[in-house]
């Protein structure tokens, strides 16, 4: 049973209870030039963002971007050239979830976009206590796998 | 001796005579024998349990209870005797006790198998049905007994039996005695339902059939309170998400027969474990469900009756709800605020008593931290909230005015709402607008002070810029609402200024247009129709608006048609807010109706110099948006009244009678049906809207003359605009006129004017419109000859010239029209329609295409997908198999329409069949990806959708093409167009 005050028992599980949250940006209103065949429309910044705005938050049920962890200025991006940059904001600065946060978004940005893009995913300078590690860690497989294997553990304990 | 009865009789009934002559077997000293002579026996007696005499069943219940001590595996076949004589009426009074009790005493039920246990459930169940009475007279040992049997049972179908038997046990009220607690034990341990049925299982349980069978028990009694809540607060605080759910549903379910006595002891922990789910749950149905358990727990506090010295639970509750909560919402930016919110707002909502509690306790700290609080952001979640809570006030009514908790917040709540609506950010003002519509739902609660300012506000909102398009339309609607409930406020403060706007449009259309000018009218014309919900605001509104057309037609500005068709949609929309009330619905008719026509008619006069304005009204588009409010005005009119309208404007068209019309002296006659006139002759549309939507059993006069001329005029060259209008008008009259002799006669003229037509000469496609609405009419109507018709439709679809606009013509067949032919119009449409016409005409298109030569083929397909397309799926389904090769052979057609049809209508599919699409597999992505790169942008994205639809096919049949498809949509992914790209994405991920 869980005592009163504060945010309940499960409490110990989350690094960060209650988080600050942002409001979400409505869904791109699509425009004329969107649906004249003719006209080419370049990826842009907005586009990059709506690709990794939904990604969740490894440990709330929110997405990145109400957590603010992504934002759209902080996307750069050039079709011509083919790159893109992303730069994320974990939480708090010590968030031991900043590997597996930007691992997803590599993930989701090497799905969605073409092979020609060169892309680029770092933590925001100066918001993170290993900014370095973390940066370090989007190679690391093990990190995840560890990970996986916790949670199954922890599947398997209460099943 | 051996519960033989003694034969007193030397003649025996012949039941007894079967017992006897079964002697040798059931004395054989070997069980099996014996075994198989009851077995006979049961039989014989189930088959026969109705002739059975009272004598009989005594002594063959005596019979079958010595029985039960016989060798195990002659056990069954006693049971199904006693299950027989079970089902007796004739069994006298105390035998079903000494059955039951020697059941319980001489067989272990559970190591019986299943069906024997069944048996036993039967039996009890046959019982209980006919025998209440004595077996209470038993007291607690049958419940006892019951308990016994029931104990360690695991198969679902004796489960779902057997908890029926305990919840008669408990609501028929049976004695349970002492065994309350065994009885919970004996039914808890299977809580929560943990049950995944086997695969192919005949038998159709589901998890879910069981868990609400168990609910019910053990919801059905406050006597199970003090063992069942701990249990439900442990599967809420474990971490399998369905015992949480079914917990908190359970707890939902007991709030139901609670009352303050079974809760008082768990409230702290039930709260604490509602809470902690509430806040930190990643599932929105643990949130919702926990929600709904806590109202219900508010609901079952405020319920409860007290004695004066007790102490009220609801209170204390409450105020521990308050206080768990009030912090939070004091963090507008933080991820609890809503939580809290809800949390607070679900407990409202339970009672009148808990909404005072909550409401007067969370509104002053919700005024005092929106003044706190400076971001638009912030107090927008603020205000948010408050609606939220504002809201709740609405499920109470308060008899006595004084009484109602917001009377002492109303003028803070006004100036937070006014303060809302004069923020620069949008959402804020939203939230504001949406709070004003709220707080002026509530009875009294406005001063005319506030209504006058709300009025100058909602005034000031209607003509905000392009970017702020969400919140001028909330603008308006909250006006249409405000305006029905406060009709005066809205009338001496509104309505005025929007005609001094209205003016002012006048005379800069005169100058000339100027951008912004000319969006201020467009918000004008809108904001009057908008606040038009209350019949006294109609009357002045709907006068501006004629008289604005009237000017207009003056003739001293440069009208476009934009402008005319904004003023229509207006008047359209104001018919539409009149249909509910009778009296507004006849005054708009009564009123715009002549002033429409009159202005149609002058317009259409010969002239020697031809005004703008005049061609103005006479185009296609500002016909049809005359069209659509003339219809608007008409369909809800009484028989009675239409009947009336109806002998005005016959006569206007048929003889030219301009009599009704205001400003009626016009230079010539109108003759719209007169070869000459051609402007004249466009306004048939008007006709048409005015006679396609009156009710059915309003009588037409000079009705023959009026079809015989529409004929004519459908099947005239000069002008296609009339010619269709008057077909559709024709085919509207058709639809709703009675079967009979009139009717034959009308399709035999249409029938012969047709064939004149397609025969050949300038008039075939006047005459094949004229053949498409005409069958339309029929369809709908399921006439006999539709069929006739609907095959020279299909013949057409060989026709080299009308071929693609037959396959078209499916389309417009299938489809809902807008002005004529419609169900709010009256007209007589089946209900099955589209059904019916796939089952009657598919298999003829099919048989047509693969007869047709090659380059008529696409009409074919064309026409079919038009059909499938706008069928029901669940129809489309079991056809499936046999049309599935045409519609793959549908996809490497070169027409556009056909590929996006036919695309538009598998997408569906691919989602509710996957089993049957699984086959063609192959087939389906090569397709899909070599149409991921078709010209044309709309195909791509439909193929693309596609693409994602086709990961709903099993796995196994997937993997293969797995690499394949994903490298071949890494292509769309660089596609030009944005909305192509966002498909492939999708689709790319869930690959």
Redesign the interface.
Known sequence: ????GG?????GL?EN???????RSGERP?TAG??D?QV??S?DAR?IF??IRSINDPE???TLEELNVVEQVRVQVSDPESTVAVAFTPTIPHCSMATLIGLSIKV?LL??????FKMDVHITPGTHASEHAGKGGLVVRTTVLERVEQKQEREHK?? | EGGWPELKSSRPTWALSTLFSLRSSLENPEPRTRARGIQLLSQVLLHCHTLLLEKEVVHLILFYENRLKDHHLVIPSVLQGLKALSLCVALPSGLAVSVLKAIFQEVHVQSLPQVDRHTVYNIITNFMRTREEELKSLGADFTFGFIQVMDGEKDPRNLLVAFRIVHDLISRDYSLGPFVEELFEVTSCYFPIDFTPPPNDPHGIQREDLILSLRTVLASTPRFAEFLLPLL?EKV????LSAKLDSLQTLNACCAVYGQKELKDFL??LW??I??EV??????RVEAEGLAALHSLTACLSRSVLRADAEDLLDSFLS?ILQ?CRH?LC?P????VWPSAKLLQAAAGASARACDYITSNVLPLLLEQFHKHSQS?QRRTILEMLLGFLKLQQKWSYEDKDQRPLNGFKDQLCSLVFMALTDPST?LQLVGIRTLTVLGAQPDLLSSEDLELAVGHLYRLSFLEEDSQSCRVAALEASGTLAALYPVAFSSHLVPKLAEELRVGESNLTKGDEPTQCSRHLCCLQALSAVSTHPSIVKETLPLLLQHLWQVNRGNMVAQSSDVIAVCQSLKQMAEKCQQDPESCWYFHQTAIPCLLALAVQASMPEKEPSVLKKVLLEDEVLAAMVSVIGTATTHLSPELAAQSVTHIVPLFLDGNVSFLPENSFPSRFQPFQDDASGQRRLIALLMAFVCSLPRNVEIPQLNQLMRELLELSCCHSCPFSSTAAAKCFAGLLNKHPAGQQLDEFLQLAVDKVEAGLGSGPCRSQAFTLLLWVTKALVLRYHPLSSCLTARLMDLLNDPELGPAAADGFSLLMSDCTDVLTRAGHAEVRIMFRQRFFTDNVPALVQGFHAAPQDVKPNYLKGLSHVLNRLPKPVLLPELPTLLSLLLEALSCPDCVVQLSTLSCLQPLLLEAPQVMSLHVDNLVTKFLNLSSSP??AVRIAALQCMHALTRLPTPVLLPYKPQVIRAL?KP??D????V??EA?SA??EW
């Not at chain 2, 806040?279 to 929105?284: G, P, R, V, Y």
């Not at chain 2, 930016?333 to 609890?336: A, Y």
């Open positions: 049973m869980v005592g009163g945010v309940g028992g499960g409490g989350l209870a209650n988080p600050l949250i942002y409001q699509v969107e649906e065949e080419p429309d990826i586009e709506d690709l709330h049920p929110l989701k799905r969605s976009l073409p092979q020609r209460f099943t | 607060i605080d474990s971490e399998v702290p922990s604490a474990s809470r902690r806040f930190q749950t990643a599932s929105e521990n768990d939070h963090e930016d933080m991820k609890l952001s959402q044309s942008m890494a992914l660089d030009k167009k944005r909305l790209r966002k994405v790319r991920g």
